[in-house]
């Protein structure tokens, strides 16, 4: 009888390890997330992968980021996304391929509004992550765009890392040949300034 008892707490035992929900996190980005020139395994998303798998066990992350994607074909895309994964937590990072352009700021806030909004509803905490324009877009377009995630993240109630590559950007000994993406070696300090608006959303 005992051994019978023991066999079943057992088998319940794994039953409850493998019920357990999935915990999934989407990111949500363009080329500076998806590993622009350099090994997939280098890039920030990965390193976010392996910290999780060490510090916070059970998470699955999707990196469901596109080289050129705009905060238009991101809005376009990212419904199904949230129909198909079921996130807990969505990290946003898209304008910069906006910025470039040069496209309007009403646009890309009004896009991110809808991907914040689409994530929220969706039962997703959400995470914005800001960028930076080149000084020759001029003040009054790079305060814009600034404006554009703070105001957002305060009226949506979102978490925001206000400069993804906050330390990263004005060092070249850091950045790829095209002064706008990181080497492998800026990657871990990409992570380690997301990390800490990111580490409260995980539970």
């Known amino acids: 009888m005992r051994r019978f008892l023991c066999l079943l707490v057992l088998l319940c035992g794994i039953g409850a390890v493998q019920a357990a929900p999935t915990k999934t996190l989407i990111v949500f980005g363009d080329s500076l997330s998806a590993a622009h020139n ?4 280098a890039g920030w998303v990965h390193l976010l992968e392996v910290r999780l798998a060490d510090m916070e066990p059970g998470w699955t992350v999707i990196n469901a980021s596109i080289s050129g994607e705009t905060s238009l074909s991101g809005r376009n895309r990212l419904p199904a996304l949230l129909a198909q994964y079921h996130p807990r937590v969505v990290v946003i990072e898209l304008g910069a391929n906006d910025g470039l352009q040069g496209l309007p700021l009403t646009n890309l806030r009004t896009n991110l509004a809808a991907m914040v909004d689409a994530a929220q509803q ?14 020759n877009y001029g003040p009054q377009y790079r305060d814009g765009l600034r404006a554009v995630y703070a105001d957002l993240a305060r009226e949506k109630h979102a978490a925001l890392v206000p400069f993804l590559l906050a330390g990263v950007a004005l060092n070249p000994a850091l950045m790829q040949d095209d002064g706008l993406h990181p080497l492998a070696a800026g990657e871990p300090i990409v992570l380690d300034t997301v990390w800490p608006q990111l580490k409260p959303l995980l539970h």
């Open 38 to 41: 350099i090994p997939v395994e």
């Open 122 to 135: 969706a039962g997703a905490r959400v995470l914005l992550l800001g960028i930076e324009m080149p000084v």
